[in-house]
């Protein structure tokens, strides 16, 4: 079965730091380009970043998340990272990890809370 | 700073036909944006549609169908059911990596 995974959500301190982790299973993890997608209480869904299949795997961010969060994989462990810095208030939602297919997320976790506030 | 655009909210009687748009806040959206739609009700992930304007998800009913109407992407849904009552989104490429979501639509079966 197909499965992802996410783990390392919580409440952290605005400026704080966090780093989230998604565990694939079910497929074979280095063919996908993987993504995070969020959502904030009561809102609608926000793509965050994107890595690629590729070997060294390039990057995408959104604007609101450039500089401060640093999306990695680990091939060996088929496991997705966030890496989440300098949190804001506004970063507060589900952060949910999404497979890509064709410039499309097929395949979604349950999701993590992240919750900055002081 | 480009927009994508749904409607905020839609009503369809059961058994009727709906149509949600997606549009962009500048220019029109082709078969190039990649238009997917993703269903969501409160407290569950997201579960995909349709990818690539109009290709159906594994296991989506042909009741869902996606198409280009004008300038805008389209999720068509007929026969609606009491369980399709949810929050429908579009997501766009946007080229460069960058990928935009819709505000979402709130569908209600009534």
């Known amino acids: 079965e197909v499965q992802l995974l996410e783990s390392g959500g919580g409440l952290v301190q605005p400026g704080g730091s966090l780093r989230l982790s998604c565990a694939a299973s079910g497929f074979t993890f280095s063919n996908y380009a993987m993504n995070w997608v969020r959502q904030a209480p009561g809102k609608g869904l926000e793509w965050v970043s994107t890595?690629?299949?590729?070997?060294?795997?390039?990057?995408f961010y959104a604007d609101s998340v450039k500089g401060r969060f640093t999306v990695s994989r680990d091939m060996s462990q088929n496991t997705l990272y966030l890496q989440m810095t300098t949190l804001r208030a506004d970063d507060t939602a589900v952060y949910y990890c999404a497979r890509r297919k064709a410039y499309a997320f097929d395949v979604w976790g349950q999701g993590t809370m992240v919750t900055v506030s002081s | 700073q480009t927009v994508v655009t749904q409607e905020p909210s839609f009503s369809v009687s059961p058994g009727g036909t709906v149509t949600l748009t997606c549009g962009l806040s500048?220019?029109?959206?082709?078969?190039?944006?990649?238009p997917s739609w993703y269903q969501q009700t409160p407290g569950q992930a997201p579960r995909t549609l349709i990818y690539t304007t109009n290709s159906r998800s594994s296991g989506v009913p042909d009741r869902f169908s996606g198409s280009i109407l004008g300038n805008k992407a389209a999720l068509t849904i007929t026969g609606a059911q009491a369980d399709d009552e949810s929050d429908y989104y579009c997501?766009?490429?946007?080229?460069?990596?960058?990928?935009?979501f819709g505000g979402g639509t709130k569908l209600t079966v009534l």
């Open positions: 500048f220019g029109s959206v082709s078969t190039s944006n990649y």
């Open positions: 890595i690629t299949d590729t070997a060294g795997g390039a990057t």
């Open positions: 997501v766009l490429y946007m080229g460069g990596g960058n990928m935009i």
